[in-house]
């Protein structure tokens, strides 16, 4: 059964561009991942600073495999380090995991 595997992130005030941009630019090391079923990116619209990264995995054991993966590192490179640069500053200033399973809904 699908798992859901969410990254909150904050950022300050203000960097919430940064972290898009990031996105924009990001490794798409996630996307040939075994399991991986999909992400978004969800940009908050009101006062809050936490973005999330809501992925979903075909179940634990493919999500794990992930995390300590090289397709993970790979994918947590900032563009300037794929070429070679050096990291920019974190964007993030806290994340926390969050667990999810579907337990109900509807498409329509
Ligand atoms: C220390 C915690 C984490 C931070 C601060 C973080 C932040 C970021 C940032 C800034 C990017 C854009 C690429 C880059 O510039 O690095 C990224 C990529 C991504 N993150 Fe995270 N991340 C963290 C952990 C996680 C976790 C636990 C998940 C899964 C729930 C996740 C899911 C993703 C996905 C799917 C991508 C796209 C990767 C790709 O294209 O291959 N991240 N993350």
């Known amino acids: 059964m699908t798992v859901i595997k969410i990254n909150a992130i904050s950022v300050a005030e203000g960097s919430g561009d940064e972290l898009a941009h990031r996105f924009a630019a990001r490794a798409g090391a996630v996307d040939g ?27 634990e054991e493919t999500f ?6 090289p397709s993970f590192a790979h994918g947590h490179r900032s563009q ?21 399973a579907v337990a109900g809904g509807s498409a329509g």
């Open 33 to 59: 991942q075994e399991g991986f079923e999909g992400f978004e990116l969800l940009q908050p619209t009101d006062e809050r600073t936490t973005w999330l990264v809501i992925t979903r995995w075909r179940d």
């Open 64 to 69: 794990q495999a992930w995390l300590s993966s």
């Open 80 to 100: 300037s380090e794929r070429d070679g640069g050096d990291a920019p500053k974190p964007v993030g200033m806290h994340s926390e995991l969050w667990s999810y």
